[in-house]
């Protein structure tokens, strides 16, 4: 048990909730209202919990435990992630070995058993963690991606699509990581744009029939040349032959020309001042003996790009050029006319490397373009590339942390292309480029096999069933979400990995005859191998005869696995090993009411939900959904542990409680897909004002608790029992609007805000009540409060748990139900909204009245006479006595006519006017209540108990003696004065009495 008593609370709650088994009580409590369903978005437990976890266990604890007191059963099932890059890499790590030649080295099945054991590193921590920030879910039955039941029904899945035509295989250009060495899907792409610098290259193409002129294209990945078979150019674009001097002389001493090719409008930019190309056509050259020499470029041809078209150039590099078995080779090296070809950027003339890059591959397809794949997947250069030393470099080593370094191999194909003299131009360039989200090394557009969900074919009904969903932030529906969708293709489902589902595709080795298996027992009847795990080591081992034909082949499985994004959108079966269990349960379960998540799940995980939903049942996954923001350092900074720009979040919770952590972040922007710069001393802020204050009320009540019969009601008719009792109402009815409509942000804040009227202004005001001797009136202060705080525990119980039931346990009635988490949120009450407007206008005017007195100098212990309305003020006289009270007043007058010798001083609200005037009696009186505050604060200070009498000395001037003789009384009374003795010289306390100080002491 922690040491403070903050926590220490918490944790006697945390325990409560354990011995007496609420959670499970609330699953089994009655659900009138039915089942409410719920999907966990699984974490990985490779590392700690981080804020953004908590703060997904706030909202995913918040609106089940709103729910089920709204009558609702809400099965809430912790889920865990398993599968993927993540844990591979950090197996990688930990074995030592980097890549996949590596892995295959020391055999699949170690490594996923090493994968396996590795997974839960950090379980145990969830396991104390996430109970202990209030969560009330169930982590003993977890669900993960990993089992074979959840694995299982990604089979029947992926079958089910593949029957009804929505999945299928395709060779295309896609986005690689050469270190994971795997494709990428287009979210993930989406996820890891930065800002890099590569190094641009303008290469020199020289036509065949021309020697001497130059077609020139542009690209920002030289890597890629030697993969080059064909440049493309535009069918509408105008292109001009300049004839430029080459900066070399030849043996007779004469300047040597060559032409170039590019695009008019390009060029034409030379003239309107463009720095690069003013550069790379200059007018004047330098000689070696320093002088300058003039030669000006000039176009001696002008035509349209289907002039160029089919002419043959001369290939960057010939040793795939010169490969008779490189098929199509007749048709490389030549122009043709491309579509996409633009003069935004280049020179208007595109490099095209069919294995590199979508238009590309495009068009090679079209025209039988040779495809030379010189890169593996894996970023190696095939050493045939004849670049002697730079064979083989490695295109991986360049991280997205190091943005502005160049890949060797650039510099290296740059310089071999600068030796053979076609290089026309080279500079460092600064561009938008994906990297891989997992491991950040930059991307390969690279042309590979993969298998798609055919999301385009299905985009009506996805757009269709998206109609259904409630987003909060609304904006998220048309935005973010809806833009996604719209703009969605196919999804690549295959990688090329270790630890995750294996994909259910055998092949025939001979004739590639296809089958797709949907369950373990239809694997089982081809194969006659039963299997009870589904993982790649596994499965792989399964072959059996190729049937058609009597074709003597042997059916493998295809080697890919699933993209692990098809694993954590199959939650909604999956995690019910639907269809082959739960089929009843699954019905009543699907879509859910509610999911939440992280906004970056916008384009993951509730996207692929809702597509694997669209696909299979033609419906959404999930009904409301509510997106969160993230939580940044202080300094709006990433939260990094290596910058320590952050405070460990059980720290956090060990010194304010989670109650004060959830009520900071659930009431904060982050609840609307906005971002949080997370600030201790807020969060602290919030421990003081709400649950602090909380506490203190409560503790006021415990006062008085006991003294007198009372119970827990609603229908006082005091005036300020009016007035809290409609704020509560209005509070419960404020939160149960934003809790329906998913905005918890909404709904939190004005929880918070309540505690400020009821400690401030309700008890602050109410406090001689208590105390006082009118019973009937104690009774019915004492009956609205515990009404308030049993009805408050109600409202707060969804955000801070644990201050709640403590609340509860401490106001609750007889026979009511042991924990506030298992009682009924109450119906909306209508209340009374003139006692709040009022009692708002009230306290307006009292605080405009206490700036007047302030900027008057007159004290609130100075009494004054009286506060004049000229008209009616608009609130009735039973607030008179508050007005008089609060300001220190002898009356409150309504409807006179002010006149001017009587008032000194206008309030601001028009036609209240409060007399400032101080009346010799006044005066005393206010001296005297200086004075029976100061005695009052040395009796405290030199800790003397309540009534305790004492001797009071007192040194004053003359014209103060009489008045201190005559209040003798009141000093008795109301602060134990048994006497007074008058000192000619003394050393104490100072008090100020208008002009004259006096001096005290016991
Ligand atoms: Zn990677
Ligand atoms: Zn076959």
Redo the contacts with the bound molecule.
């Keep these: 048990m922690s040491d403070n008593p903050v926590a220490k609370r918490e944790e006697e709650i945390l325990s409560f909730w354990n011995e007496r088994e609420i959670f499970k009580k609330t699953l089994e409590k009655d659900a009138p209202r039915g089942n409410y369903s719920f999907y966990d978005g699984p974490p990985f437990a490779t590392g700690l919990p981080h804020y953004g976890h908590l703060l997904q266990s706030f909202v995913k604890d918040a609106v089940p435990r709103y729910q089920t007191m709204r009558g609702y059963r809400v099965q809430r099932r912790w889920g865990w992630d398993c599968h993927g890059?993540p844990i591979e890499n950090i197996v990688e790590k930990e074995l030592g070995i980097s890549g996949k030649a590596d892995i295959e080295k020391i055999g699949i099945k170690k490594f996923n058993d090493t994968c396996r054991e590795k997974i839960f590193t950090y379980a145990k921590e969830w396991e104390r963690i996430i109970p202990r920030v209030g969560r009330f879910v169930d982590m003993g039955d977890a669900y993960k991606t990993m089992d074979t039941s959840y694995m299982e029904s990604e089979w029947w899945a992926f079958k089910e699509l593949y029957d009804k035509g929505l999945v299928y295989e395709s060779y295309r250009s896609m986005h690689v990581?050469p270190?994971?060495e795997t494709t990428l899907s287009q979210g993930e792409v989406s996820e890891g744009y930065e800002e890099i610098k590569d190094l641009s290259a303008t290469v020199k193409f020289e036509l065949v029939d021309e020697p001497g002129t130059y077609l020139i294209a542009w690209t920002t990945t030289p890597w890629s040349l030697p993969g080059n078979t064909a440049l493309a150019v535009g069918k509408d674009i105008e292109y001009v032959k300049v004839k430029k001097f080459t900066g070399k002389w030849d043996k007779k001493n004469e300047p040597t020309y060559e032409y170039i090719i590019l695009s008019k409008e390009i060029y034409n930019k030379k003239q309107e001042g463009n720095i690069r190309l003013m550069r790379e056509f200059p007018s004047v050259y330098q000689v070696p003996d320093g002088c300058a020499v003039p030669h000006v470029p000039k176009v001696v041809d002008e035509f349209g790009g289907l002039n160029i078209v089919g002419k043959q150039y001369k290939p960057l590099f010939d040793t795939y050029a010169q490969d008779e078995s490189l098929e199509n080779r007749e048709n490389g090296w030549k122009v043709y006319v491309g579509d996409f070809v633009t003069t935004d950027t280049g020179t208007g003339i595109v490099h095209i490397a069919p294995a590199f890059g979508s238009d590309d591959m495009a068009l090679g397809k079209e025209y039988n373009l040779p495809f030379i794949q010189h890169v593996s997947m894996g970023g190696i250069m095939d050493a045939r590339v004849d670049m002697g030393e730079f064979s083989e470099l490695d295109l991986k080593p360049r991280a997205k942390n190091k943005p502005d370094e160049i890949r060797e191999i650039d510099l290296a194909i740059v310089k071999h292309l600068k030796e053979k003299e076609l290089l026309f131009a080279s500079e460092k360039y600064v561009h938008s480029y994906p990297h891989?989200w997992?491991?950040d090394?930059a991307l390969l557009n690279y042309a590979t096999s993969s298998w798609f969900v055919g999301v385009e074919k299905m985009k009506a009904t996805l757009l269709k069933t998206a109609e259904a969903i409630n987003w909060s932030p609304a904006h998220i529906k048309e935005g973010r979400f809806g833009k996604w969708l719209e703009g969605a293709r196919d999804w690549s489902i295959s990688r090329q990995r270790y630890w995750a589902n294996t994909m259910p595709v055998w092949r025939c080795d001979t004739c590639t005859h296809e089958k797709v298996f949907g369950s373990i027992d239809e694997l089982e009847a081809a194969s006659g191998v039963r299997v009870d795990d589904l993982h790649k080591d596994v499965v792989d081992q399964v072959t059996f005869a190729c049937k058609k034909d009597d074709c003597g082949g042997v059916m493998k499985r295809i080697p890919d696995v699933f993209d692990t994004w098809f694993n954590s959108g199959s939650v909604p079966y999956a995690s019910m090993h639907y269809p082959f269990d739960n089929k009843e349960a699954f019905k009543e379960r699907f879509p859910a009411d509610f999911i939440g998540e992280a906004q970056d799940q916008t384009r993951a995980w509730f996207y692929y939900q809702h597509v694997l939903a669209g696909g299979l049942f033609e419906s959404h996954a999930f009904k409301n959904c509510i997106v969160t923001g993230i939580v940044l350092a202080e300094d709006g900074k990433k939260m990094a542990k290596k910058l320590q720009n952050y405070p460990d979040p059980m720290d956090v919770v060990d010194k304010y409680g989670a109650d004060a952590m959830r009520m900071y972040i659930l009431s904060s922007p982050v609840m609307r897909a906005e971002s949080l710069n997370f600030s201790e001393k807020d969060l602290q802020e919030i421990e003081r004002k709400m649950i602090g204050r909380l506490v203190n009320v409560y503790e006021f009540y415990a006062l008085y608790k006991d003294s007198i019969e009372h119970d827990a009601r609603a229908d006082s008719t005091h005036v300020l029992d009016r007035w809290i009792v409609s704020r509560m109402q209005q509070l419960h009815k404020e939160v149960t609007d934003a809790m329906e409509g998913y905005e918890i942000d909404r709904a939190a804040r004005p929880i918070g805000d309540f505690v400020d009227d009821l400690s401030t202004w309700y008890i602050r005001r109410s406090r001689d009540r208590f105390k006082g001797k009118d019973e009937e009136d104690k009774v019915a202060a004492l009956n609205t409060l515990r009404w308030v705080l049993k009805e408050y525990a109600k409202v707060a119980a969804p955000f801070a748990p644990f201050i709640a039931d403590w609340l509860w346990q401490k106001v609750k009635t007889e026979g009511a139900v042991e924990s506030v988490h298992l009682a009924e949120w109450s119906d909306v009450m209508k209340f009374d909204e003139h006692v709040i407007k009022d009692m708002a206008q009230v306290r307006e005017l009292i605080s405009q009245a206490l700036e007047v007195r302030a900027k008057e100098g007159i004290k609130v212990r100075q009494p004054l006479e009286e506060i004049c309305f000229e008209d009616d003020p608009g609130f009735g006289v039973q607030y008179d006595e508050l007005i008089r009270d609060e300001l220190n007043l002898k009356q409150v007058r309504r409807n006179v006519t002010i006149t001017p010798s009587v008032l000194t001083l206008r309030v601001v609200i028009p036609g209240v006017t409060i007399n400032t005037e101080i009346t010799p009696s006044l005066q005393k009186e206010g001296y005297v209540r200086e004075l029976l505050r100061a005695v009052q604060g040395l009796r405290k200070k030199t800790g003397l108990e309540p009534g305790e009498m004492v001797t009071l000395r007192i040194k004053a001037p003359e014209s103060l003696h009489d008045l201190i003789e005559e209040s003798r009384d009141e000093l008795r009374a109301l602060a134990s004065v048994a006497q007074v003795i008058w000192e000619e010289t003394l050393e104490g306390e100072e008090v100020v009495m208008g002009e004259e100080k006096a001096i005290i002491a016991f």
Excluded: I
């Design positions: 890059l990581c270190r994971c891989c997992r491991c090394t």
